[in-house]
């Protein structure tokens, strides 16, 4: 049986991207992207929850958000959750879920919104041919993070 991996936030970034090389010069970008939601509590008092969520962006799209993106802009992410599991250096077994980003549109920006993904393009030029999906190896001793 198949199923569907898809998820789509909008938030706020909460620090500059982390950009770094692996592997033979693959690019890979983690973005922390804080949701929020508000209502109004029984007492009749504003309620806020915040929730954090590791992204991870790799390729010709990482390079594209480390270089637009920073801390407090708001983004569109289209992805799928992965975890990833390891050994740390007590030998405790470690997991971390992320969402491996497949689309970031970058909203809010002065003068319209730009957005990018893998496999598609874009009218502004920093944003065109992206090429297939990457072939490498995302294996949890890959990722710096």
Not at 93 to 115: M, N, P, W
Request: aromatic share 8%; with cysteine; glycine share 12%.
């Amino acid at each position: 049986m198949s199923g569907i991996n898809k998820v789509i936030l909008v938030g706020r970034l909460g620090a500059d991207p982390e950009v770094k090389t692996v592997g033979q010069g693959q690019t890979v970008t983690r973005l922390n992207l804080a949701t929020s939601e508000s209502w109004m509590g029984k007492d009749g008092q504003k309620q806020e929850k915040t929730e954090w969520h590791r992204i991870t962006v790799w390729g010709k799209l990482a390079e594209i958000c480390g270089k637009h993106l920073a801390k407090g802009r708001q983004v569109y992410v289209e992805g799928k959750l992965q975890t990833r599991s390891w050994e740390d250096q007590q030998g405790q077994k470690k997991y971390a879920t992320e969402i491996v980003a497949s689309t970031v549109q970058f909203l809010g920006a002065a003068g319209g919104e730009r957005s990018a993904s893998s496999g598609s393009q874009s009218s502004s030029n920093d944003f065109q041919d992206f090429g297939p999906e990457p072939s490498f190896d995302q294996s949890h001793d890959e990722i710096p993070f």
